[in-house]
C-alpha cells in the first residue's frame, strides 16, 4: 500500500478524542477508502498529563507545541479542533502557505477571519475543509459548495444552535419561561456553564457567515450578520406564538435582496422569529439542527440532524479527512474559494420582515382608528388584526403586518410605545415563513 497520510491533530477535547476513537476504530475502512492508510503524526493539547480515559492511542504522540508540530516534515495534514481566533489562525496560515490541507471545526475563526485561511490555502495550493464548522454532523457545506454549484441559492434558513433549539421547544412544550428552561438545559449537559454565545446568538450568527458566504459567493463575516438572542423572549410570546398557529426559533436567514437602486444585495441575521407548524423547521425539536434551502432550480431542500456533539462533530471531520486525503494522493485540491459574486451585505433596516405585535390598549371608541394610523404612517400595511378579551378598561390587540423594511416596523413599535392610549407593548417578535 502507498505511505500513510500523516496527521497533525490539534486538540484532543470533546471533538478531537472522538476523532482519535474513530479513526482507530475504522482505520482498516477509512485506509481502504482513501487508498492509503491514516497515521497520526502527534497531538497538540494544553495538559499532556490530563487523564484522558481509555483513549486508543500512543502517550507519546501528545505535545504542548502545536505550532512545532505543524511545521513537522513528516505532516501531510492538519486538523485543527482547538477552536478560538489565536492561536488557532497563526497555526492554520502556518500549514497551508506550506501546502498542508487543513481540516477544521473552527466556526469562530472561519466566520471572523476566514479570508486569511482562505487566502493562505491559495497560496499555499492546500485544501481548506471544514463541515464540522456549521450544523456538527449534518453534511451541508459540501452540499452549499459542490452539489448546488449549478444552481441559484436564494435563501438559507436555519436552526443552527442546539443549545437555543433546546430551549426553546422546552419552552413550548411546558410553558416555562426562558430562565428555568435554560436551567434545564444546563444541567442536562446542553448548555455550557456559560450559555452567552450560544443564548445571545453568538454561535448561530458565526454559522450564519459561513452558510451566507457559501451560499452567495461573497465574503461574509460575523460582524456583517445582525444578531439577536433569544434571552428577551417570554413564556407570553410563546403563548402568543401558538395562539397564532406558530412556534417560535432562533433563526439564521441569509437571503438575497434588492437595494432601492435595485443592485442585488444579501442580508444575514440571526434572531428568533414565529413560524407556523406547518414550516419544514417547525418539527425540529430539542437540539437537533435543521437547515432550508430554497434554490431556483432545485427548490426546496431540508438538511436534519445532531448539530454538535464529539462523535456527530467528529464524523464530519472524517468525511473532511478522508476528501483532502484523497486529492492529496491524486495530487489535486479542491476548487478555491468562491467569492466573485461580491455582494453588499444589506443593513437590517432594509431588511424586509414581518411583525407581530400585541398591545394592551385602552378599550375605548376611537384607538383602533389610532393605531391604524400609526401604521399608516411608516407605511406598513396590515395583515390580520385580532382582538383579544377586554380586561377592566383594556383590551388586548394582535397585529401582525404584511413584509416591510425592519427599521419601519422598529420606528412603528417605538411610536406605538408613547401613544396615551397603548397602555404597553406586550410582545413584539418578526414572523417568518408565511404564517
Ligand atoms: N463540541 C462540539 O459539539 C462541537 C461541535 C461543532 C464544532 N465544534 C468546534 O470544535 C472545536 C473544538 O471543540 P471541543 O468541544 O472539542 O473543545 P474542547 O473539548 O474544549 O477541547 C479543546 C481541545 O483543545 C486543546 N487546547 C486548548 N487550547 C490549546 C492550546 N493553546 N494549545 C494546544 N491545545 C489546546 C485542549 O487541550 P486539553 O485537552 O489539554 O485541555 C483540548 O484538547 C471548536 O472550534 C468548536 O467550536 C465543537
Not at 438572542?229 to 397564532?244: F, L, N, P, Y
Request: charged residues 20%; negative net charge; hydrophobic residues 50%.
Amino acid at each position: 500500500m502507498t505511505s500513510p497520510v500523516r496527521l497533525a491533530l490539534l486538540g484532543c477535547g470533546t471533538v478531537g478524542s472522538d476523532v482519535v476513537r474513530l479513526l482507530h476504530e475504522q482505520s482498516a475502512d477509512l485506509a481502504a477508502r482513501i487508498g492509503a492508510p491514516l497515521e497520526i503524526a502527534g497531538i497538540a493539547v494544553r495538559r499532556v498529563g490530563r487523564d484522558r480515559g481509555d483513549l486508543p492511542v500512543d502517550p507519546a504522540l501528545f505535545t504542548t507545541d502545536p505550532l512545532g508540530l505543524v511545521k513537522r516534515d513528516d505532516v501531510d495534514v492538519v486538523v485543527e479542533v482547538v477552536g478560538g481566533i489565536e492561536p488557532a489562525r497563526t497555526w492554520l496560515v502556518e500549514a497551508l502557505r506550506a501546502g498542508k490541507s487543513v481540516v477544521t471545526a473552527n466556526k469562530a475563526l472561519l466566520a471572523e477571519d476566514g479570508a486569511t485561511l482562505h487566502d493562505a490555502a491559495a497560496e499555499g495550493g492546500a485544501d481548506l475543509y471544514y463541515e464540522a464548522s456549521v450544523a456538527g454532523a449534518i453534511p451541508l457545506l459540501r452540499p452549499l459548495r459542490e452539489s448546488l454549484h449549478g444552481d441559484r441559492i436564494n435563501r438559507v434558513t436555519g436552526i443552527v444552535n442546539g443549545t437555543t433549539n433546546f430551549i426553546l421547544s422546552a419552552m413550548d412544550a411546558t410553558g416555562a419561561g426562558f430562565a428555568e428552561a435554560l436551567e434545564e438545559a444546563t444541567e442536562l449537559g446542553y448548555a455550557e456553564a456559560d450559555p452567552t454565545a450560544d443564548v445571545e446568538g453568538f454561535d448561530a450568527a458565526a454559522k450564519a457567515a459561513i452558510l451566507a458566504s457559501l451560499a452567495f459567493h461573497t465574503r461574509v463575516t460575523a460582524a456583517d450578520v445582525h444578531r439577536e438572542g433569544i434571552t428577551e423572549v417570554t413564556a407570553a410570546d410563546v403563548a402568543s406564538a401558538k395562539a397564532m398557529g406558530c412556534t417560535i426559533k432562533l433563526l439564521c436567514i441569509a437571503a438575497r435582496g434588492a437595494d432601492a437602486a435595485g443592485r442585488e444585495t444579501v442580508s444575514v441575521r440571526v434572531h428568533p422569529a414565529m413560524i407556523p407548524l406547518t414550516h419544514p423547521l417547525a418539527g425540529v425539536g430539542d437540539a437537533f439542527n435543521a437547515v432550508f434551502v430554497e434554490a431556483e432550480a432545485a427548490g426546496q431542500l431540508m438538511f436534519y440532524g445532531r448539530g454538535a456533539g464529539g462523535a456527530p462533530t467528529a464524523s464530519a471531520v472524517l468525511g473532511d479527512v478522508v476528501a483532502v486525503a484523497r486529492n492529496r494522493l491524486a495530487g489535486v485540491h479542491a476548487a478555491s474559494e468562491s467569492a466573485y459574486a461580491d455582494l453588499p451585505v444589506r443593513p437590517m433596516g432594509e431588511a424586509l420582515t414581518r411583525y407581530h405585535i400585541s398591545l394592551d390598549v385602552a378599550d375605548r371608541p376611537g384607538v383602533l382608528e389610532a393605531v391604524a394610523g400609526v401604521f399608516a404612517r411608516h407605511e406598513v400595511s396590515i395583515a390580520t388584526v385580532r382582538q383579544g378579551p377586554a380586561g377592566g378598561a383594556d383590551a388586548e390587540l394582535v397585529i401582525v403586518t404584511h413584509v416591510a423594511p425592519d427599521a419601519a416596523l422598529a420606528a412603528t413599535v417605538r411610536e406605538l410605545r408613547g401613544l396615551d392610549i397603548v397602555r404597553s407593548v406586550t410582545s413584539v417578535l418578526r414572523v417568518e415563513g408565511g404564517a
